[in-house]
Every structure is written in C-alpha cells, then in structure tokens.
C-alpha cells in the first residue's frame, strides 16, 4: 500500500531531508586522499547529532553504520572502515539518511577524490543527470514505471549500464515503503502517480555491464566485472504543481 502523506507530513519528511542534504554537503567537502571511510562515519555520526537527528542506516537490517561508502566498482552498501584510505582518482558513493521527528530523509552522492578519469567523470554526470531524468517524470497521472523508463533510456543510449538489483522506494515514516522502483522499465505502467506519495529515487549506473554480487560481508555490492559504478539519489515529493526535491539543499 503506497501512502499518501498531507503536507504537514511532508514537511516533517523535508525537516530530515535538509539534513541529509547538509551532512552529505560537510562530508563531500571532506573527501580528499588519505581520509578513512571510517572518519567519513563518524564525521556523519556527529553532524546528525549536532541536528537531533538519528542517523537511519545504522542497525538497520543488522548493518552496523551510519553511512555507506562505496569505492569505484562498488556500486551500494559499502561498510566504512579504518583501513581504507581514499586515493587520488577514486570516486566514493556517499549514502545517508536520518530519522527526526518520526519521518526519515534518504539520498545519496557520488563524489571524485582529487583528479579522476575522464571515463569516471562521465558515469558520473549521466548517472546524476539520469536521476533528473526521473525526476522530471514525478507528476500528477504520470505511471510509476514513467520514472524507470526515463532512467534507462537516457542511461543506455550513453552506452551504460542500468543496476537491476537494487531500486529506488517510498519513504515516510519508515525508511523503505511501498512502492519499489526500479531503474528500468517499459513506461506507462505501475500505480498512477497522485499529489502526496513521497519516493527515494536513486539510480545505479556501471560503466560496464550491469551484473553485481555481494561481497563476503554479506553488504558491499561490486560490480562483477570489477568497472566503476556511480549512485545518486533524492526524496521528491508529487505534488500539484510537480516534482518537490525535498533532499535539494
């Protein structure tokens, strides 16, 4: 059942999106080479408490931290840790959300460390403008698989790669709602869309082909062809009036 949240209820969502937006702004500033993914947690750890908010991800599903940091060919769920340094021409995805007041905020970034490729560049415009793209189809009376349809052929007509496994969500006052949306997808299909679902919309994209697997952590999701991966991912609101980001700073 996908539920449809009053305006009250979406600006409780906007308050914990504000500050997703804010810590992910503290820690993109952060990331250079020679920082541990593990100090890009705790770094995230006290913004949110800084704000009175809780980060959401940790002791989720029994995962154990607050942030997800996934390096180059890992596309979602990769665990911080002391030993792992960034180096220069890595790109790391940033995935983060809290809960406040009852309602959670979810998005994510992928952001360069230092130089990068020109190839590792590119993947990550196409992947921040595919999520645009899907954006742009959150209107009133527009299907759900509009969204994933968008992703996917501005995606591959690139020459990139669309993750199947993994999926975009409502969110409220729970981190992962009804319903789950693909990346992928004929359009015109699913539920229609009406003013007051909230979604996390959050493209995958490889550089190569779109096969992952899970590492022995039983998290970190790599790419199988060991190419690099971007993730982007933002709340957005339907209304009236169109899109509303609530994750835009």
Request: glycine share 8%.
């Amino acid at each position: 059942m996908i539920t449809l949240r009053s305006q009250r209820e979406i600006e409780k969502i906007r308050k914990a999106c504000c500050i997703v937006a804010e810590v992910l702004q503290h820690i993109k500033e952060h990331i250079q080479p020679g920082v541990t993914t593990l100090e890009l947690n705790v770094l995230s750890e006290e913004l949110a408490k800084k704000r009175k908010a809780k980060p959401a991800f940790k002791g989720y599903q029994g995962y154990p931290y607050s942030l997800c940091t996934s390096i180059n060919e890992e596309v979602v769920h990769g665990m911080p840790s002391k030993h792992r340094h960034l180096h220069e021409g890595d790109i790391i995805s940033i995935d983060f959300g809290v809960v406040i007041d009852g309602y959670y905020g979810d998005s994510a970034i992928t952001v360069a460390v230092g130089k990068i490729s020109e190839d590792a560049e590119q993947l990550c415009k196409v992947t921040e403008q595919s999520l645009y793209e899907g954006i742009r189809q959150v209107v009133v009376g527009n299907h759900l698989s509009d969204i994933s349809h968008a992703i996917q052929s501005y995606v591959e007509s690139r020459g990139y790669s669309v993750v199947r496994e993994f999926v975009g969500h409502g969110i409220g006052q729970h981190l992962h709602e009804s319903p789950q949306i693909p990346n992928y997808g004929p359009p015109g299909r699913g539920v229609k869309l009406r003013a007051g679902m909230v979604f996390a919309i959050e493209p995958m994209i490889n550089l190569g082909g779109p096969e992952v697997e899970i590492l022995k952590d039983q998290w970190t999701a790599v790419t199988v062809d060991r190419k690099i991966s971007a993730h982007f991912e933002h709340t957005v609101a339907v209304t009236d009036n169109g899109p509303d980001i609530l994750t835009r700073l």
